[in-house]
């Protein structure tokens, strides 16, 4: 490992920490280095207040060393003025001669904006030093900007016998340890969707509350309107969307219609709604019937498929992925937990 890859998996180490407060802002992480010592460090905590490179830069005690140092930052600096103004600007007015950068920011504000100012200033910029791991990072971030849709990870909870669960009936198939990772993972994601039969069937409150975090946007699809209103999604607490045939006024509090064409493919359709709303990540719980849509339209990211050893002998078949790859997996209290992503994404 060379020192610009050991400064800027430290880097990555920081924008972690972001986590759960940066969104929908990148995680960025920033390293400060003089003379093969570490002098400041920082991290992008939340948004709208200092990215990583103010914060690392404010972090030395000693300023007159930044014109002799090197910044590592996981993501390009921005150039634009947002919330805040350009970081590329501040690194320029320090005075610090070389910058390492993990990957490019695709922001249409930035997107090798703030590596030409930087270059245009005299300062020796290096890219993509680990850079597969800082695009991994922000995965959600770079799909939303790239693919102008939001990053999709499909998730379900199947019998040992391939069975997602007995028709009308709620089945419950994951163990305690699994739905606690599960709000974990909600709360990591801005949306979350079910289908009409599951918000029927199990009348679920799709939150957080087996973890510490902000409860995701309610996503359900009701073509003809027929969800009651005394269901968990309209009970107020978190704002939800409808995806919907017939453009009417929703009358249920903190919840819309969003009239979408049901005879075609609803998933770019939906895709592209919640993208103009600005919605970067989007989880989807079910059921079947609307997890494999996702699936052959190819229009997921990842997905996380928990294997119990229940044998149902009988029910609603899980969705089948056909082309994906097995990054990982787990034993979580005697479940599998595999975890998948796609190589044929658009």
């Known amino acids: 490992m060379t020192d610009d890859e050991k400064y800027m998996r430290r880097c990555i180490q920081l924008a972690k920490n972001g986590m759960k407060n940066a969104q929908p802002n990148p995680m960025v992480g920033a390293v400060i280095v003089c003379n093969g010592r570490i002098i400041g460090e920082g991290y992008h905590q939340r948004c ?14 000693n300023p007159a060393l930044l014109k002799q140092s090197t910044i590592y930052v996981s993501l390009e600096p921005c150039a634009h003025y947002g919330k ?122 799709l939150d957080v509350r087996r973890w510490v975090g902000n409860n995701p946007v309610r996503v359900v699809i009701d073509r003809e309107q027929r969800l009651p209103a005394m269901l968990h999604l309209f009970d107020g607490t978190v704002q939800t969307i409808v995806f919907t045939a017939h453009d009417t006024t929703c009358h249920c509090p903190n919840a819309e219609y969003e009239c979408i064409d049901f005879t075609t493919d609803i998933v770019p359709q939906m895709l592209h709604r919640l993208y103009d709303r600005g919605i970067q990540s989007l989880l989807v719980e079910g059921g079947a019937r609307l997890l494999q849509s996702f699936i052959n339209s190819d229009m997921w990211d990842e997905a996380f498929v928990e294997t119990s050893d229940l044998i149902l002998s009988q029910g609603v078949e899980a969705p089948v992925i056909r082309h994906g790859n097995v990054v990982s997996v787990e034993n979580i209290d005697g479940h599998m937990m595999t975890c998948l992503n796609n190589p044929l994404k658009k």
């Open 48 to 61: 709208g207040e200092g990215h990583a490179e103010v914060n690392a830069i404010a972090s030395v005690h």
């Open 84 to 205: 805040t103004p350009p970081c590329a600007d501040l690194i320029i007015s320090k005075g610090i001669p070389r910058v390492v950068i993990g990957c490019t920011d695709p922001f249409a504000k930035v997107n090798g904006l703030g590596i030409k100012k930087l270059r245009d200033a005299g300062i020796s910029v290096e890219v993509g030093v680990l850079e597969a791991e800082c695009q991994e990072l922000n995965k959600r971030f770079m799909t939303f900007h790239s693919l102008h849709r939001p990053f999709v990870t499909l998730k379900w909870a199947q019998s040992a016998d391939g069975f997602i669960g007995i028709s009308g009936q709620r089945t419950a198939i994951s163990n305690d340890l699994a739905q606690a990772i599960c709000h974990k993972r909600r709360a990591e994601h801005q949306a979350i969707m079910v289908g009409r039969v599951t918000a029927e069937t199990d009348n679920p409150r």
